[in-house]
């Protein structure tokens, strides 16, 4: 079984490239983010055709989470229980077995500012949530837009990012304790090497020069880490014409 995640940047602009990959990639589940569309208006019917069953949260503008599965998805959870929080950012799913966690994390601007505040307290709340989750769906995959690189062989200049926004001590702090839960970075399961990203820059020819961060991530639950045979990056569709800044990055399970 092969799942991905892709923060797709406007799904109304990237419809074909996810048409495209789709078919090149045929994987089985794909976590969606940043949609940044209103439910009336996803393209639901146009996946279909494709061979994907869809469900979304959505909004204008901005946010915006979905899922796409070669199977009926069913329990959908919208938004984290008990946390009030109008912006659609996780959308869980159980699929084949699966509980599917779709995150858009909150990138939180900048350190010190109200929004980083805010991201620490959501992803708080998100670790009291998962660790509940965890109890009733073992098989559980948490992926998405973690906005938050989670060590310097993630970052491509660790100096000039110390301490900023995306790279700091207390995110990297509060995603470590997701992973204490019993969750696991798959990338890292079978790959070591640093340089190695999932978003890049518009600006300064930033995927020109591979000037990056990992913060792409598809964590897996201790019961499927065995299960877990592949990690990956596809960076090709970096590369397509008005593309993403994102890039999906993929597991792959026995």
């Known amino acids: 079984m092969k799942i991905a995640s892709w923060n797709v940047n406007s799904l109304n602009v990237r419809l074909p490239h996810l048409q495209q990959w789709l078919g090149q990639c045929q994987p089985d589940i794909v976590a969606l983010q940043e949609t940044k569309?209103?439910?009336h208006k996803f393209p639901d019917s146009e996946l279909a055709e494709a061979g994907y069953r869809s469900v979304f949260a959505g909004q204008k503008t901005y946010n915006g989470v979905a899922i796409v599965s070669r199977s009926a998805a069913s329990e959908v959870q919208v938004g984290i229980p008990g946390f009030a929080d109008e912006q659609k950012r996780v959308l869980a799913a159980t699929i084949d077995g699966l509980r599917i966690v779709n995150l858009y994390v909150v990138n939180g601007k900048a350190v010190g500012d109200e929004k980083y505040d805010y991201k620490l307290a959501w992803l708080d709340a998100l670790r009291q949530w998962l660790a509940l989750e965890l109890l009733r769906y073992p098989n559980m995959v948490v992926l998405g837009d973690f906005n938050i690189a989670?060590?310097?062989?993630?970052?491509?200049?660790?100096?000039?990012?110390?301490?900023?926004?995306?790279?700091?001590?207390a995110e990297r702090g509060a995603l470590n304790k997701l992973l204490a839960l019993g969750l696991h970075d798959s990338f890292r399961l079978h790959h070591d090497d640093a340089g190695q990203f999932s978003w890049w820059d518009y600006r300064a020819a930033g995927f020109r020069r591979n000037l990056g961060l990992r913060i792409d991530l598809v964590l897996v639950s201790d019961a499927l880490k065995a299960r877990c045979v592949g990690a990956e990056i596809d960076r090709e569709p970096r590369t397509w014409e008005?593309?993403?800044d994102h890039t999906p990055v993929l597991v792959e399970l026995q």
Do not use: G, Y
Request: contains cysteine; charged residues 40%; negative net charge.
């Open 37 to 39: 569309l209103e439910d």
């Open 242 to 244: 008005r593309p993403s």
């Open 150 to 169: 989670p060590d310097d062989r993630d970052v491509h200049d660790p100096a000039a990012w110390k301490d900023q926004i995306l790279c700091s001590d």
